[in-house]
């Protein structure tokens, strides 16, 4: 969709500027009842639309001219209040463009607003949001949940049937299991495809900002203009995209601990559908084994997870950054405690106490670094199966979106454990996807791929296949 609509706005045959202002009239409807926007920038979206419209007029090829962008709301766009679903920035506006945002922008995108998260992506259902903020309903059914913590984006791009791009960003399944929830596409590239200069950071050694869609080529469409090296990111990669290869034959292991009796029946019988239609088209599909992975990534992503993030959130203070308080009669202590106390909601304490605790002098060999150690066995645990296989199939998760009321009842290690499955291509960093494979009642279903380290290309042209073979099933 998105390649037919910029040629239409940049032939003239379609109007940016109409086509933005009804565009956001929908989204404005839309969001009073799903809930999926933290800031609609009608003005800022507006005043984009006619500067690219002044552009094309002098000649301008924008290769995304009037793609509808909406962003997660840890990612910086200049002068749009941009706080990672945190009261702590609430009124935060930055000076500055995100380096995707700046991409995107060149290219003739129009940037609609911030969706909502997980407060500082802490979470997979997207009900810990921030105080003040209000909880995205899924798209097929409000009583559940959406999916966490880039919930809005799955939302929105569930909702929107336009040219429409949802940037998200993933450190343990954030891209994936809301597109899962909501029956979308979520992409989540090679660590450093995307630099990630200009997000709010939950832990550096895992974020990766990705892509929702609701089809395949909208991917290819966008990727390779938010892709490549970032000067201001030194973890950004220098490898280009393999764009040029083209793929059709796969070599696929579906990975057996995936399946298991933690996996719900019907996700079971979906999985094993797809298998069997990949299977007639003449792929060979093996189960292969990954142990180490799926025994220890919850623990390790956790332990690793939070330590990063208790460091990144210590600058959160109400003194440089962060909500203001008035001082006087305080110590440092009592004042710090105060604003963390007041501004953070109950899920980002928890996540910075864990994290200073594993990162403590006494105890940081006995878990942070232990973890480390074994997140190394697990890189090499795909290392060695992609040496076998071109893709490596799972679940996206093991269960359907849950009732919002049964979400909220969950014990933070409950929660924590579902993540194990879209956990484990995040520790390494490699190429993964959800894609819808089918639905159980009107409640969508996702599969998830991955891929070894910078093959994007090969990822993306196998979903085509899995998208051409579960039409039936995933429109029905």
Known sequence: MITEHVKEILSGKKDIEEFVKNSLQKIVEYNKEFKFMNVISEDYALQQA???KALIGKGHELPLAGTLVSVKDNICV??????????????????????IIKKLKEAGAIIIGKTSMDEFGFGGFNINVGKGYEIPRNPLDKERTAGGSSGGSGVITAKLDLPHVAIAESTGGSIETPASFCGVIGFCPTYGRISRFGLISFANSLDKIGLMTKRVKDIEAVLPYVSGRDELDPTSLK??????????????????ETMGEGTAPEIKKAMKNTINKLKKRGFKVEEVSMPLTYKYDVAVYYLIATSEAS??????????????EDPRGKSFNEYFANVRSKYFNKESKRRIMLGTFARMAGYRDAYYIRATKIRTKIIKEFRDLFGKYDILLSPTIPILPP??????????LETYSIDNLNIAPNLPGTPHASIPIGKEGKLPIG????????????LLDFLKIVEDLNQNEVQK
Do not use: W
């Open 311 to 324: 460091t990144n959130l210590a600058k959160y203070c109400g003194l440089r950054y962060g909500q203001q």
């Open 239 to 256: 490898q280009g995209l393999d764009f040029d290869k083209s793929y059709s034959e796969f070599k696929i292991g579906l990975i057996k």
């Open 50 to 52: 006619k500067e690219v």
């Open 447 to 458: 599969m998830m791929a991955m891929t070894n380290h910078y093959e994007e290309k090969k």
């Open 78 to 99: 200049k002068g749009v209040e941009s706080t990672a679903g945190s009261a702590i920035l609430k009124g935060y506006k930055p000076v500055f463009d995100a380096t």
């Open 403 to 412: 009732k919002l009321e049964d979400a909220l009842k969950l014990s933070p």
